[in-house]
């Protein structure tokens, strides 16, 4: 995503991102309670992938058990190409058999739900698990879809022509979350 003029103001710097990482993670412990070894983790390309990989670490931190996380790719699932343009697929990775597991479905920000739609959709193309739980790292409102997280990092009320822009070391050399909005 390309710079555009406006106001850009921090929502969550890297400690803060870090704090919320660490309190998903626990909200995540505390709702599978005895059926953390049936948890899989999956990150929705391109975000979602480094912030499962970072709850995976703060899960095996708070109680010593590694999850299997996998990445979902959900380009050949969205129903709104026409409107944001063509992607590139990205590669889907899914290190376990679904079936009878907790899926948490990790993203970054949800919008109009329409990714996770189409996430939802891939994933049953991958087995058919017990439960899927969405985690995401920041809800900015304007449902499309009747589509709710289960874990919210930080629910920001924002108006449609602003972005949310979620940093991470891996990709963007800095940790945060920012609010960019136009002039």
Do not use: C
């Amino acid at each position: 995503m390309t710079a555009m003029a406006g106001e850009v103001v921090e929502i969550l710097s890297a400690d803060d991102l870090r704090r919320t990482l660490t309190r998903l993670a626990s909200q995540v412990v505390e709702k599978a309670r005895d059926a953390l070894d049936k948890l899989v983790l999956l990150g929705i390309h391109t975000r979602g992938v480094p912030l499962a990989k970072l709850l995976g670490q703060q899960v095996e931190q708070l109680e010593g058990a590694s999850l299997p996380i996998g990445e979902l790719d959900i380009t050949f699932y969205r129903d709104d190409l026409d409107r944001i343009g063509p992607r590139t697929p990205r590669q889907t990775l899914i290190p376990v058999d679904l079936s009878g597991r907790i899926v948490v479905l990790v993203d970054d920000v949800i919008f109009s739900g329409r990714t996770i739609r189409s996430a939802l959709n891939a994933v049953h193309d991958y087995g058919r698990p017990n439960a899927i739980w969405l985690l995401a790292l920041i809800d900015r409102g304007h449902r499309e879809l009747p589509i709710h997280p289960d874990f919210t990092g930080k629910a920001l009320p924002t108006a449609r022509d602003e972005v949310v822009k979620v940093l991470l070391q891996g990709i963007d050399q800095r940790d945060g979350v920012e609010l960019w909005k136009p002039s």
